[in-house]
DNA sequence: GTAACTGCAAAATATTTGCATCCTT
DNA sequence: AAGGATGCAAATATTTTGCAGTTAC
């Protein structure tokens, strides 16, 4: 039942209170957080130091991806089961709302190929679309 | 034939040295620069502080554009002529070399729509491809 | 028991703000 | 002359690093 423990145990890391707790929060929250976001979202406290050093174990290892921004921060959201370690399957749609700020990963949409020049070779696509979410949106 | 003057003009901006120099840089660059490149390309010693304000006052009027990255960092680029202040027509891909870390701005690529589950309405869309450039790729 | 993880302190970076001075119009 | 832009100093905020103590396996 503890789904956390499974995941990082599939990804061969070792179960801490620490990373237990992260995971949790992503799993719970179903959208992108930012290290503030964990920061203030933890209930018990957590190290800034360990939220940095977990985030970036996470990425390695295929847990989360990386949302790319404009604004100096980075957005992290669980990946999908398909994802492994230094091969992530990010190939989804991330949406921000403009008017409540959060950030949805659109699992089912997926990043469309495009024509690119000739000579140039594409490993992955990231898109982020900003607009009203269907919740603002009414 | 002052170019950067010209685009400064058309944006009802003042015409200083510091924002003749960063227009300058763009101009030759030809590629998307983050506030560091900018301080290192800088052949006059620019204040740290200006190069954020001018950039800032850039995006507003609509002279460049933000390209959303994954590593913390804001990367600028170059808007075509048709983008206006508080309107951006920044509706191509960009692309990101994973061997020489250049980013190109692919103005003849423009995103491709996409569907939206119900209810999301989409702005604006960025779209940012890594992989291997026409140089790097041999 | 050993290797890996954490927390604290501190260093290094990056960004923002206030203010006096200088430049553009 | 007036408003805006710049540079400097300083305040904040963010990220990285080193190390000693603790925990997971």
Redesign the pocket.
């Known amino acids: 039942m503890d789904q956390s423990k499974n995941i990082?145990?599939r990804n061969g890391?070792?179960?801490?209170?620490?990373?237990k707790l992260i995971l949790e929060i992503f799993l719970q929250s179903m959208g992108a957080l930012s290290?503030?976001d964990i920061e203030k979202s933890a209930s018990v406290?957590?190290?800034?130091?360990?939220i940095?050093?977990?985030l970036?174990?996470f990425v390695d290892s295929g847990i989360i991806h990386q949302i790319p921004t404009t604004d100096?921060?980075?957005l992290y959201a669980l990946c999908k089961d398909s994802c492994e370690a230094g091969h992530h399957h990010d190939n989804h749609v991330h949406f921000i709302c403009m008017e409540c700020e959060k950030t949805i990963c659109m699992d089912e949409v997926i990043v469309p190929k495009v024509q690119l020049p000739k000579g140039f070779e594409p490993v992955n696509a990231a898109m982020v679309v900003k607009g009203m979410c269907s919740d603002c949106h009414n």
């Open positions: 990082l145990k890391l070792s179960i801490t209170e620490g990373r290290h503030a406290s957590l190290d800034r130091v360990t940095y050093r977990t970036q174990t100096n921060t980075i």
